[in-house]
């Protein structure tokens, strides 16, 4: 069976991995909730690689190489890794460049950097130079996800007279949208009858990971 664990065990190394975002002093400036129709699993599939972005993301493939990612070896917990910026690029936004400054202790690497991970079951954390966005998947049914997306700022830039968080949310939101359009023709897909699933790329080593740990979690029940 299954032995339960503490949050902080968890998290392994986490807390000290992004301490540099000081997470907890960041607030809320937008959450937009989304009725996705796909299963919460197929949702995590697509945040976990990037093979898809020249086509399905345009905006966002013009800011990141979609073979960028520099991936930390997956643990039964989490995956995920950082990305970094195409040339003259600043941040995630709808024109790549950066409003607001960056956030207090980022070394010039992680200002130069999304760090994009999925901590399982359903947290979906993307930390920027800028802000901070997270997505938090609430299963419904076995073909629909709740999905809250959350996007964080830093107070002393929320308190200037010009602050600005529409170029970050309408870009992610943009992008939101085409993920979950290809995850419903996902879902879609896999519950015909003449489906069968087929190999893994050898750039879809995260998928198979969280493959291998569902199917271990469910062995167990």
Not at 43 to 70: K, M, Q, S, V
Request: with cysteine; net charge negative; aromatic share 10%.
């Amino acid at each position: 069976k299954t032995q339960l664990t503490s949050l902080k065990d968890q998290l392994r190394d986490l807390p000290e991995r992004f301490a540099a975002y000081r997470m907890g002093d960041l607030r809320l400036a937008r959450r937009i909730v989304y009725d996705v129709k796909a299963n919460w699993k197929l949702i995590i599939l697509n945040f976990n690689e990037c093979l898809h972005c020249p086509t399905l993301h345009p905006a966002l493939n013009r800011l990141h190489h979609y073979l960028g990612a520099d991936n930390v070896e997956p643990t039964p917990d989490y995956c995920g890794g950082a990305m970094g910026f195409r040339d003259r690029v600043e941040t995630v936004s709808t024109d790549g460049r950066r409003r607001r400054a960056y956030l207090p202790g980022l070394d010039g690497a992680q200002r130069q950097q999304v760090a994009y991970y999925s901590i399982y079951p359903n947290l979906l954390l993307s930390l920027h130079p800028d802000y901070m966005m997270t997505h938090t998947l609430w299963p419904r049914a076995h073909n629909r996800t709740e999905v809250v997306c959350e996007w964080h700022f830093h107070p002393d830039e929320m308190a200037r007279t010009d602050f600005q968080a529409d170029d970050a949310i309408e870009l992610w939101d943009a992008t939101n949208k085409e993920d979950w359009w290809i995850s419903e023709q996902s879902q879609a897909g896999i519950q015909s009858r003449v489906y069968e699933p087929g190999p893994y790329s050898e750039r879809e080593s995260l998928l198979w990971n969280f493959d291998e740990i569902v199917r271990r979690e469910a062995d167990n029940l």
